[in-house]
């Protein structure tokens, strides 16, 4: 039993949407509980990789822009941090190619007497940086600047310039675009591992006004023994966990351990008529009565926890207004020992009961 009681008298509790809840005119967001999901090492791994370029050392030999004297430290603080949090590879290469402007070389000449020794560019480049001051600065930059301001390879900037000079643009990654995929795996066992993981039969969580999808399954099981369990009905099947695990996580909402909450005998008198009336052709008249008044039922649950969360956050901006909830926990047999004698015979009862202010 949960019972919350607010010390300002006054207040009026009403919803807005799922999203908010208003109070005494006031709007507040509510935030989530679903705990964070940071993504596989793997993924991670890139991302560190996108985010922890740094900057360089000064070329000390460029005399004419003097680039590292023009943007100061922290310029050069921000450009860096600016170009981390750029979102993907792509993003950032379209960042550099706007920075760099081309065109063709009108004269050609060699410092070497044989002209058949020499490679003649084609192209030259002009490197420039958006510095931030009053107002936003162009700065012309020497070319080992630019790498060194950006934290990136000499390979990766002769890229853009091809593509500019090829294309007229950047283009996107091709890496994994085409279709000639000849570990591709087959729809069949795509299939057949699909049909695996939906035959696990779960349940929902008791309090779910939403039409939820998530499921829970026994809290014994995890994704590697389900993974060994469609090896051992499937050995003639090749997969790995990897993309067992994958399919899992992308097609499915499941969840393992069932909710911890506990039912109401509402609940439990709704789950056992549904049961016994569900296959009767005769009473879907009945069925449809018990599913509103199960409904009504999860809305009068919602329509508390929103007003105990409204109180929540109303008493965290005011000093005139305080919030307290009283949870019973639980109810325990004094003495707790396993004597024969003590046990059948009546006993105390500890009421364990918590007061958050």
């Known amino acids: 039993m949960l019972f919350f009681f607010s010390c300002h008298v006054q207040s009026k509790y009403f919803a807005v949407s799922d999203e908010d809840v208003e109070v005494d005119g006031a709007v507040f967001p509510l935030r989530s509980k679903k705990r964070k999901s940071h993504g596989r090492m793997k993924n991670v791994a890139k991302l560190l990789k996108l985010r922890s370029h740094e900057t360089g050392p000064s070329c000390n030999n460029c005399t004419r822009f003097k680039c590292f004297e023009n943007v100061t430290e922290g310029g050069r603080l921000q450009i860096i941090k600016q170009f981390n949090e750029l979102k993907d590879h792509y993003e950032q290469n379209l960042y550099l190619g706007g920075l760099i402007s081309h065109a063709p070389v009108k004269r050609h000449?060699?410092?070497?007497?044989?002209?058949?020794?020499?490679?003649?560019?084609?192209?030259?480049?002009?490197?420039?940086?958006?510095?931030?001051?009053?107002?936003?600065?162009?700065?012309?930059?020497?070319?080992?600047?630019?790498?060194?301001m950006h934290g990136i390879s000499a390979k990766r900037l002769q890229n853009i310039q091809q593509q500019l000079t090829t294309f007229g643009h950047v283009k996107h990654d091709g890496r994994g675009q085409h279709s000639n995929r000849k570990n591709r795996l087959p729809d069949e066992i795509s299939t057949a591992v699909f049909d695996h993981i939906?035959?696990?039969?779960?349940?929902?969580?008791?309090?779910?006004?939403?039409?939820?999808?998530?499921?829970?399954?026994?809290?014994?099981?995890?994704v590697k023994k389900m993974f060994n369990m469609f090896l051992q009905q499937n050995p003639e099947k090749k997969v790995s966990y990897e993309t067992y695990r994958?399919?899992?996580?992308?097609?499915?909402?499941?969840?393992?351990?069932?909710?911890?909450?506990?039912?109401?005998?509402?609940?439990?008198?709704?789950?056992?008529?549904?049961?016994?009336?569900?296959?009767?052709?005769?009473?879907?008249?009945l069925l449809s009565r018990l599913e509103t008044e199960h409904k009504l039922h999860l809305l009068k649950a919602e329509t508390f926890y929103k007003r105990k969360r409204a109180a929540r956050l109303n008493s965290q901006k005011?000093?005139?207004?305080?919030?307290?909830?009283?949870?019973?926990?639980?109810k325990l047999p004094v003495p707790n020992i396993s004597t024969n004698d003590v046990y059948y015979k009546r006993q105390l009862s500890f009421y364990y009961n918590t007061i958050i202010l």
């Open 109 to 148: 000449r060699s410092r070497k007497n044989n002209d058949e020794d020499v490679e003649y560019h084609s192209y030259s480049y002009i490197y420039k940086i958006r510095v931030q001051r009053d107002n936003t600065a162009i700065v012309p930059i020497y070319y080992k600047a630019m790498l060194s």
């Open 198 to 222: 939906a035959s696990f039969k779960g349940r929902k969580s008791h309090y779910s006004l939403h039409d939820s999808q998530r499921v829970y399954l026994l809290e014994d099981l995890n």
């Open 246 to 285: 994958t399919i899992f996580v992308t097609k499915f909402n499941i969840r393992f351990g069932y909710p911890q909450t506990d039912t109401c005998s509402a609940f439990d008198e709704h789950k056992a008529k549904k049961m016994s009336i569900e296959n009767d052709p005769l009473q879907k008249a």
């Open 318 to 330: 005011s000093t005139e207004k305080e919030a307290i909830a009283i949870d019973f926990q639980k």
